[in-house]
Each structure stands twice: as structure tokens, then as C-alpha cells.
């Protein structure tokens, strides 16, 4: 028994090297770089040199604020969005179920720079598309990217409109794994169709929808390319920087790399206890 | 309770017709099964009645009123589904009160309902458990509730004693003539077990691909089918078919000469029109109809293959060819413990126990 799992050990080595320098390493390393200061050569062990920093630093708290704000409206409002996609996807009405599958499914597949290249243009003061619309109802042009609540705002729809289409179809399977006499049963129970969304599909889609819910907030987290390339390195003022952006301030653009192994902690433990709370909120009862 | 009649319905799924014109007349209080193999549009059927499915052409009534434009929900049925389809995140009684409580049934009402199903069903202990947390014949008891509390004035069954166990379908099948009986309300019930269908139903519904091919009471049907087809599907085990040849008249009655039995003729006296001589025909004979030697009006001589034994009865399967050629034969015998290995058994057939089939599988009587 202890040869076969010898022999399977060696044959598992080549991966499990691989894994350890590439990824659990860096996990570890980065982990104790937080505890160091990065900016003395050579660096030196000061436990509370980054993470103190990290609880007086304004920067790292309007980074929070904002990934908070992002988090807490585009995150319900895009798989509520979702769920309306996967629902209609799912009608027996729809026509062409695939063509519309594939177009909510694109967003993912299209390059984040040139998406983000997209809109800026469509949302440009001057000759975007937006702005024309909004001036053929009668609307002033609205300067989405020299204030912070519009530039906020486009940032929300351009992450919606990337990733609601992905929750969609991941609700999809969720909602085609219903069966559907349990509709037919609530149908000779004289339940509307409205009754049935809230009553049935909803509560039986749960599990689906706390995982679309929890890699979305992983994702909001982690949020980096449209702060970046839309908004202009979190513009205006900072006032759409994320905690992803800080991280990549600090890390890239100032090699201040204790500090921004303490922010990419502080954002993966957030995503953690984020998730977990929701899991427990919405967890079945026994 | 109501009365539930077909004129002519018709389904069709694009270009193919699934149900050509069925009529059947179902009267207040009825148990009636449709039963009939996979495919042969029982379910839908079921399903038009039920409002699930729409009707290509036809009229439904239930209780006097045609209602092919009446919703599913206003038809005042409820279904009882193979898979039971309960709410699997509600509990039990949530299960059985949920369309009550929806539809803004008065509390007290709902609750009497409620009250009511569980004890008809024996399930009260159960009414705080999820479905998941319950066995198939629970769960069965609970969908069969959910019908129940709808006060309905006729309950369909779509196969729900398909996903139990044979001892529990048993039991199930008992349950459900109880509750028939208690509730004296119409049933329709679809299977395509023909056992459930004997034992469950008043007048039972033959169906073939999309045909009715009889509609009678249980027995009328075992002793009298139609044609070929009932004959053979009604009955277990299933009746035999020996090819043969009509080789002559004798008064009104026809002399049949079996093909795999070289010599073994029978008279059969037949009130319809005799078929024509040199014609192929089929005699029909049950399992139980085989006699000892001798005992009948044509001895058969036949090769036993495999003998089961039953205890209360045993069943022999026999080659009814010289040489292994023949139709495979099931005959009932008295209980033993022989075994079969490929020796003679000289059985007899009797004219008044055997039905005669013309060669498109209709009965000639």
C-alpha cells in the first residue's frame, strides 16, 4: 500500500512542483510580504508597518467605499437582470433560443480592452451615442466622466452589461433543471404565472442564484479593467478606484509591494466573509 | 363529481396524429383506465383531459360542460403525476395547502381540507417533513393528498405507481380502490401495467398507437377482446397465439388445422360468417386453458423448455413446433415441482376455451 502511493506521488510530483512554486508560494510569500516594509532595501520584517498603514489610509478606505458601492447596487441589479434574461430564455414563446443565447453569452468573449474602448466612446461628452439619445428626449448631455457619480454609474453598466448575460445562462441550467410538472401541478392548483415565478422558481433557483451572487461579488472584488480603461485609472480624482486599482497603484506603479500584498489580502478576506454571509443568510432551512 | 365525455378528440404534434378521434364516455363516479404500451397516447389523452395539452379537434365536456376552452385550472380535475411533482422546498402540509392559500381560500377552509386529506391518507405525522425527507410511497400519498384537498369532481392519474417497488405498488394500488370507494368521486387513471388496470378499474380503455381498441369492464375484456391485440395485452401471463389454417365448414362452424401441428385439427363453432377456406387464421388459447391429455377436443404434443414454479400454480414454456420451429407456449399447470428439460408434454385445447382471430387480427366470433 505505502509503494503504490509512493509510485503515485512520483507521478503526481510533476503537478504538485508546479502548484508549489507557482501557486501556493506565491500565496504564502505574498502573505508574508505584507508583514514586511518594501520600500527600504533590503526589505525588513515590520508587522504593523502595512497593515496599520492599511487601517489610517484614506486611499485605501475611498477604494473600499467604492468597491462597496459597486458591490451593493450593481451586483442585485445585475442578477436580477440576469434572472429576467434566463426566464425569457427559457420561454417556450422565444424564437431563435440559441442566436439569443449566443448574444447575451458574447459580452464574456469580447476583449475587455476593446469593450472598454466601446464605451468611452458611446458615453463620450461630445459625440457618444448616449448623450445623443438623451438629447432626443429633451435631456441635457450629462459629462460622464469629469464627475464621480455619472462616471460611477457608467462603470456599473459597462460590468453589467459584460456579465449579466454569464449569470443569465448560468441561471439558464438552473431553471431548465426544474422540472416542469411541478408548473403543471401549480397550474391545476389555479397558481398564476407571477405566483409561480415568486413561489416556485425563485426559491428552487436559490442555490443557483447564491453562487451567480457569489462569484459576482469575487469578481466585484477583484474589480480592475474598467476603473482602469474606462474611467481612467479610477477617475475622476480617484473617484472610481477600486480596491483592485489601489492594489495595482501601490504594487506596479509605486513597487510598494508589502503594502499591496496587505490590500490583496484585505480583499480576498472581504470577498470571503462576504460570500459566507450571504451563503448563511440564504442557506436552506433544515 | 362529474361525468367526462370524448367525441372525437384528435391530437396532432405537427403533421403526425398521435390520438385519432377518441370517444369514450365516462360516467359519474367511474374508475376508468386507459392502459395500452409506451406511445400509444394514453398520457395524452390524460393530459387534454386535464387541460395540459390542447385538443386538435373534438369536444371534451366535463360534468355536461364542453371545456376545450377552459382553463386547466378551471376544469375542477386535479392530476396526480408519475413523478409526483411536489414542491420539493415546501413542507408537506405547505405542499397540500399551497394552491389553497394562493387562490385566497378562507384559513379555516384550507385547514379542514388539509385535516382531511391527511387522515384519508393516514400522513399526519408526516406534515412537517419535505418531500425529499419522505419515501416514494409517502410521497405518493402526499401528491394523491394535494389532489385530494382540491375537492375536485374528477381525479387524474398519470401513472403514479410507476416509481414504486412491486410491494409498495401493491399496497399503493389498494389505497387507491379504498380512496375511490370513500370518495365515490370519477377517476381516470392511466398505466400501461395491465395488472393495475384489472384490479383498479370499472370499465378499462384499450389503447394502441392512438386507437381505442376496446373499452369494456376488466373481465369482459379478458374473456371477450376484440381482437389480437387486447387479447394480448390483457392478461398475465399473456395468451398464446398458435398460427393455423382454415381447412374446412361443418355446420356453421369452422375446422382449423394448427400450422405447427401436423394433423391437430378443431372444431369451432362460430356465430359469424365463416372465414374462406385455405385462409390463415389464429387461434388464441390462455395460459390457463391448456388441458391434460386427452381432456380437450385436440391433443398437442410439445417440447418443455423451462417450468417456473409459483408455488400456488406453475408455468410451463413450451415449443409448440416439431423440431423447435414453432410459436414459444406459456401453460398454466398445477402446482409442482418438475423441471423442465426439453421433454414431451401432451397438452389438450378446447374449442369453447380458445378464440379464433382472421389474419388482420380481428376476432371472429
Redesign the interface.
Known amino acids: 500500500m505505502r509503494y503504490q502511493n509512493a509510485t503515485a506521488y512520483r507521478f503526481l510530483a510533476p503537478y504538485l512542483l508546479i502548484f508549489s512554486i507557482f501557486w501556493l508560494w506565491p500565496i504564502i510569500d505574498s502573505f508574508l510580504i505584507s508583514f514586511q516594509a518594501t520600500r527600504t532595501v533590503p526589505w525588513r520584517f515590520a508587522p504593523t508597518f502595512n497593515w496599520g498603514r492599511l487601517i489610517g489610509d484614506p486611499a485605501f478606505f475611498n477604494a473600499l467605499k467604492n468597491t462597496l458601492l459597486i458591490l451593493v447596487i450593481q451586483v442585485p441589479v445585475m442578477i436580477s437582470l440576469a434572472i429576467v434574461m434566463a426566464v425569457l430564455l427559457n420561454s417556450p414563446l422565444l424564437k431563435a433560443r440559441g442566436l439569443f443565447r449566443f448574444a447575451f453569452f458574447a459580452p464574456v468573449v469580447v476583449g475587455e480592452v476593446a469593450y472598454s474602448a466601446v464605451f468611452r466612446l458611446m458615453f463620450n461628452l461630445d459625440y457618444g451615442i448616449i448623450n445623443k439619445l438623451l438629447n432626443s428626449i429633451g435631456l441635457p448631455s450629462v459629462d460622464w466622466f469629469t464627475n464621480v457619480t455619472p462616471a460611477m454609474a457608467v462603470i456599473m453598466m459597462a460590468v453589467t452589461w459584460r456579465w449579466a448575460g454569464y449569470n443569465a445562462i448560468i441561471l439558464l441550467a438552473g431553471l431548465q433543471s426544474i422540472?416542469e410538472?411541478?408548473y403543471?401541478?401549480?397550474?391545476?392548483?389555479?397558481?398564476?404565472k407571477v405566483?409561480q415565478f415568486f413561489?416556485?422558481t425563485l426559491?428552487?433557483l436559490?442555490p443557483i442564484i447564491v453562487f451567480c451572487a457569489v462569484l459576482s461579488i469575487i469578481g466585484t472584488m477583484q474589480l480592475f479593467t474598467e476603473p482602469f480603461l474606462i474611467t481612467e485609472r479610477g477617475g475622476p480624482g480617484g473617484g472610481t478606484e477600486t480596491l483592485g486599482l489601489l492594489l495595482y497603484r501601490q504594487g506596479f506603479r509605486s513597487l510598494n509591494f508589502g503594502y499591496a500584498s496587505a490590500v490583496a489580502y484585505t480583499m480576498a478576506g472581504l470577498a470571503i466573509a462576504i460570500s459566507l454571509v450571504q451563503i448563511w443568510l440564504t442557506r436552506?432551512p433544515k | 363529481m362529474a361525468a367526462v365525455t370524448l367525441k372525437n378528440v384528435i391530437k396532432r404534434f405537427g403533421v403526425f396524429e398521435i390520438v385519432h378521434g377518441a370517444n369514450i364516455d365516462i360516467d359519474d363516479g367511474e374508475f376508468v383506465v386507459f392502459v395500452g404500451p409506451s406511445g400509444c397516447g394514453k398520457s395524452t389523452l390524460l393530459r387534454m383531459i386535464?387541460g395540459?395539452e390542447d385538443i386538435s379537434d373534438g369536444e371534451i365536456a366535463i360534468g355536461g360542460k364542453v371545456v376545450n376552452d377552459v382553463e386547466?385550472?378551471?376544469r375542477g380535475?386535479?392530476?396526480v403525476?408519475?413523478?409526483y411533482?411536489?414542491?420539493?422546498?415546501m413542507t408537506v402540509e405547505q405542499n397540500l395547502s399551497?394552491?389553497l392559500r394562493?387562490?385566497g381560500n378562507p384559513k379555516a377552509d384550507t385547514e379542514r381540507r388539509v385535516k382531511r386529506a391527511s387522515e384519508i391518507l393516514r400522513i399526519a405525522e408526516l406534515m412537517k417533513r419535505r418531500p425529499r425527507q419522505l419515501s416514494g410511497g409517502q410521497r405518493q400519498r402526499v401528491a394523491i393528498g394535494?389532489a385530494i384537498v382540491?375537492e375536485p369532481q374528477v381525479f387524474l392519474f398519470d401513472e403514479p405507481l410507476s416509481n414504486l417497488d412491486a410491494e409498495l405498488r401493491v399496497q399503493m394500488r389498494v389505497e387507491i380502490s379504498r380512496l375511490h370507494k370513500e370518495l365515490g368521486v370519477t377517476m381516470v387513471y392511466v398505466t400501461h401495467d395491465q395488472t393495475e388496470a384489472m384490479t383498479l378499474a370499472d370499465r378499462i380503455v384499450v389503447l394502441n398507437a392512438g386507437n381505442i381498441e376496446q373499452i369494456g369492464a376488466p373481465l369482459d375484456l379478458y374473456d371477450d377482446p376484440a381482437n389480437r391485440f387486447v387479447a394480448g395485452f390483457v392478461g398475465s401471463p399473456k395468451m398464446n397465439f398458435l398460427a393455423a389454417k382454415m381447412v374446412g365448414a361443418d355446420n356453421g362452424a369452422a375446422v382449423v388445422e394448427l400450422v405447427n401441428h401436423r394433423g391437430a385439427r378443431l372444431r369451432k363453432p362460430l356465430s359469424d360468417a365463416l372465414p374462406a377456406i385455405g385462409g390463415d387464421v389464429v387461434l388464441g388459447v390462455r395460459p390457463e386453458h391448456f388441458f391434460d391429455a386427452g381432456q380437450g377436443d385436440c391433443d398437442l404434443t410439445l417440447k418443455a423448455d423451462v417450468a417456473e414454479h409459483l408455488g400456488s400454480v406453475s408455468y410451463v414454456y413450451a415449443n409448440s413446433g416439431t423440431g423447435g420451429g414453432g410459436e414459444e407456449l406459456i401453460i398454466e399447470r398445477e402446482a409442482s415441482r418438475h423441471r423442465a428439460n426439453g421433454d414431451d408434454l401432451v397438452v389438450s385445447i378446447k374449442a369453447d376455451r380458445s378464440l379464433l382471430f382472421d389474419a388482420t387480427g380481428a376476432r371472429i366470433r
Open positions: 422540472p410538472d411541478v403543471e401541478a401549480a397550474t391545476l392548483d389555479r397558481v398564476s405566483k413561489y416556485i426559491p428552487l436559490k436552506e | 386535464a395540459l386547466a385550472a378551471d380535475i386535479a392530476m403525476f408519475q413523478s411533482a411536489l414542491y420539493p422546498h399551497f394552491g394562493m387562490t394535494r382540491r
